[in-house]
């Protein structure tokens, strides 16, 4: 289930507190106290900040932030308009609130990052806060991240209809040819995919183009004489490559639980049948993907070789 977005009426400022007569700062902060400071002047109540994932932390960190600005409010780039536009964001959340100003503008502070460009977007609004558009965030993202936090992104905004293949190619390709990150921006562009079904799948994508292997073809249909049984995450002559995102049938902490068992005998008979039909199974979780590693040793073990030579994604001019 997805986490419910926190509203900006839960972010508390200190003068609501002062108007009843009570100090926030003695209240936060220290044991079990019932409230967490967000950024100076703003709070939230332990209870719904336990709740919230770190993508959740630096959505409160934004609204108690912007709530600080003077209007009009600046444009947010980057995670935190990957975070407003409730984009999946693979690796650290920052500490401040990244922002777009145009070239001119004046430095960072301590809680708002800035950064400066010539080419400022057309802004989308999200819970009335100017955010950078769904394609040019999937664009800097992978400018200034990762592939692999790219992929996640621009994956997502696609298969979610929230841009086109067409919207992130264009951001790419409008990145200055000499500036930060265009060679990752254009690979980005090249490589999203709407048929990756999870960000797992994404980031699992982006390890096995960067460990050398050819690229698999994805959502590949499992049939034999009985029809079709499934699908296979990756594929290739022979093989299939399964993200196992819940470890589902690995957790030992599932053991007599009928539903986990269950899954676990449909998951066995699925690939018993499709190592009759001649497939071998490379399998992998979250650790292996985030690390590349564990990935790459289960592909390799599995006969798939990786080369220098492999050539992916569509071409872009």
Known sequence: MSEQPLDRREIMPTAAFVRRGIKPSRLAGIGSAPLVKVR?????????????????????????????MRTPLPMLSGVSAAVMLRMPVIGRFPSRVQVMLDAGAAGSSALVQRHRVVDLPEPVFVDG??????????????????????????????????????????????????????????????????????????????????YGFPEPQLQVPLVDDRGEFGRGDFGWPGLIGEFDGDRKYRATGDAGNTASE????????????????????????????????????????????????????????
């Open 40 to 68: 100076t002047g703003h709070y939230v109540s332990a209870e719904r900040w336990t709740d919230l994932s770190p993508a959740g932390r630096h959505r409160a960190l934004i609204l108690a932030t912007t709530a600080q």
């Open 129 to 210: 806060i100017p955010v950078t558009p769904p394609a040019r965030t999937v664009v800097d993202l992978a400018r200034t991240r990762s592939l692999g936090c790219g992929l996640v992104a621009g994956d997502w905004a696609v298969r979610a209809e929230r841009c086109s293949i067409e919207e992130i190619v264009d951001a790419a390709v409008r990145v200055p040819r000499r500036g930060r990150g265009r060679a990752a921006a254009v690979l980005t562009a090249r490589l999203v995919d709407p048929r990756a079904e999870s960000p797992g799948e994404s980031l699992s994508r982006a390890r096995i183009y960067e």
């Open 262 to 317: 269950d899954i676990v005998v449909r998951e066995k008979h699925r690939e018993d049948r499709a190592r009759r039909m001649g497939w071998g199974f490379a399998r992998w979780v979250w650790l292996d993907a985030l690390r590349g590693i564990g990935l790459a040793a289960a592909l390799e073990s599995a006969g798939l070789e990786p080369s220098t030579n492999h050539r992916w994604g569509r071409d872009i001019s």
